[in-house]
């Protein structure tokens, strides 16, 4: 990790909070800056001191994990999630998933599996612990984080997106939309970014996957 990646934690036993502190204290790039004990604590963190990543139990009081997952995830779109509780089941997993995070970790599991999930999450990737693992699980989470990215666009960029698929070149786009060819660029640009997507084929594949662009 080149930089310094800003990490909230939010587990309401303290003890549990203190080994993954611990843990995490020995990341290099890694930085705390907030615990809370409880969903609406950890929230209100989250508004307030803007981590790039929240690591969440599930069962919390105020607010479940899940809860606080959705609303998190809907006012700051590009905030990192990861589940970190007791439930091993793929069934959490796929529910966590599916509703935003992007990473799930049981507290089972090994220590190095931490920096992992770190790791990949701030990649861009979706992380899920190998003891909860399986096809099936990683498969429908990445569709869900490809729609949840989708829905980030705005309704412009959704639209531009639709128009590099069907094959229509900036100037002809611009000519479309009657905007600047500068403004259609500005927001191709922004749509590499929310998607992560950083070429042409790339967004053409993504918008085909996603059901933008007719192929009969």
Do not use: W
């Not at 989250?46 to 997952?69: N, Q, W, Y």
């Not at 999630?81 to 507290?107: N, Q």
């Amino acid at each position: 990790m080149e930089s310094t990646i800003r990490v909230l934690l939010a587990d309401d036993y303290s003890l549990v909070r203190a080994g993954i502190r611990t843990l995490l204290d020995r990341i290099k790039g890694v930085e705390v800056v907030g615990e809370a004990a409880d969903g609406r604590e950890a929230l209100q963190m989250i508004r307030d001191l803007r981590p790039d990543v929240a690591m969440l139990d599930i069962t919390m009081p105020g607010l479940s994990g899940f809860e606080v997952l959705e609303e998190s995830i809907r006012l700051f779109p590009d905030l990192r999630v990861i589940i970190l509780t007791m439930h091993d089941a793929a069934e959490y997993a796929l529910r966590a998933l599916s509703a935003g995070a992007v990473g799930y970790l049981p507290k089972s599991a090994a220590a190095n599996e931490l920096e992992q999930a770190l790791d990949t999450v701030v990649r861009g990737e979706i992380y899920v612990s190998a003891a909860v693992a399986n096809k099936t699980v990683l498969q429908q989470a990445r569709e869900a984080e490809k729609r949840r990215l989708l829905k980030s666009l705005t309704p412009r960029q959704r639209e531009i997106l639709t128009l590099i698929a069907e094959g229509h070149t900036t100037r002809e786009i611009a000519r479309k939309l009657n905007i600047s060819s500068k403004t259609v660029e500005s927001h191709r640009a922004q749509v590499m970014v929310r998607l992560n997507i950083y070429e042409l084929a790339g967004l053409v594949r993504y918008a085909l996957r996603m059901g933008l662009v007719n192929v009969e």
